[in-house]
């Protein structure tokens, strides 16, 4: 994300002012809020990008103010609605992360799921990576990532799309080079590849 489309995501002119980003903030939070918006993804996806979009502004353009200013969103923003009933997740819960970043972990790992299930791949990458970008540290999200190239690439085999899956089967061990359940799969993954590639000729 560079810096030009954070201030259109913000709806904002080039070079505005760190009172004009947090008040053109406040005004989308309150709009694509996920506790407003419960079953929107667009909302929530905007929400999302407009939250990264803010934090960057902040840290690349305003570094002084990011500090003052609350990493999730500002505080003297109400959002009336109720949140949802917390239910058991198989997501683990990560102590250090705001409650507006443990939601988001949460929503996209299910979000994920359904994109797995109607095999759309490259949503669901396009989903972790702007994740992966969100939570830099965190090793859960890291391992869902690979897990979604490495699904990919398992897709791209079956669809005889030999050197895109190959790609990504290699980007699924770069990511998390230490699971081993995934080093197995990818094992697979690549015989089924070569014996693609041979039945081919």
Same mark, same amino acid.
């Given at each position: 994300?560079?810096?030009?489309?954070?201030?259109?995501?913000?709806?904002?002119?080039?070079?505005?002012?760190?009172?004009?980003?947090?008040?053109?903030?406040?005004?989308?939070?309150?709009?694509?809020?996920?506790?407003?918006?419960?079953?929107?993804?667009?909302?929530?996806?905007?929400?999302? +990008?407009?939250?990264?979009?803010?934090?960057?502004?902040?840290?690349?353009?305003?570094?002084?103010?990011?500090?003052?200013?609350?990493?999730?969103?500002?505080?003297?923003?109400?959002?009336?609605? /109720?949140?949802?009933?917390? /239910?058991?997740?198989?997501?683990?819960?990560?102590?250090?992360?705001?409650?507006?970043?443990?939601?988001?972990?949460?929503?996209?790992?299910?979000?994920?799921?359904?994109?797995? /299930?109607?095999?759309?791949?490259?949503?669901?990458?396009?989903?972790?990576?702007?994740?992966?970008?969100?939570?830099?540290?965190?090793?859960?999200?890291?391992?869902?990532?690979?897990?979604?190239?490495?699904?990919?690439?398992?897709?791209?085999?079956?669809?005889?799309?030999?050197? /895109?899956? +190959?790609?990504?089967?290699?980007?699924?061990?770069?990511?998390?080079?230490?699971?081993?359940?995934?080093?197995?799969?990818?094992?697979?993954?690549?015989?089924?590849?070569?014996?693609?590639?041979?039945?081919?000729?």
């Amino acid at each position: 994300m560079n810096l030009a489309d954070c201030y259109r995501l913000l709806g904002l002119r080039t070079g505005a002012s760190y009172e004009e980003i947090k008040a053109s903030y406040r005004r989308l939070v309150r709009q694509l809020h996920p506790d407003v918006n419960p079953n929107d993804e667009r909302a929530k996806d905007r929400f999302i +990008r407009v939250t990264e979009a803010y934090r960057f502004l902040l840290s690349a353009v305003h570094p002084t103010a990011q500090a003052a200013s609350s990493p999730a969103e500002p505080a003297d923003v109400v959002v009336t609605r /109720k949140p949802p009933a917390p /239910k058991p997740s198989p997501v683990q819960q990560n102590l250090d992360l705001s409650l507006t970043d443990k939601y988001l972990k949460q929503s996209s790992y299910e979000q994920l799921q359904q994109l797995f /299930k109607t095999n759309r791949f490259p949503r669901a990458i396009a989903l972790v990576e702007g994740l992966a970008q969100r939570l830099p540290e965190d090793l859960e999200v890291r391992q869902w990532q690979a897990i979604t190239y490495q699904r990919w690439g398992h897709h791209l085999i079956q669809t005889q799309e030999f050197e /895109k899956a +190959r790609v990504y089967l290699k980007k699924a061990l770069r990511t998390d080079p230490h699971n081993r359940s995934l080093w197995a799969e990818v094992e697979r993954d690549f015989h089924r590849l070569e014996q693609g590639i041979y039945h081919r000729r």
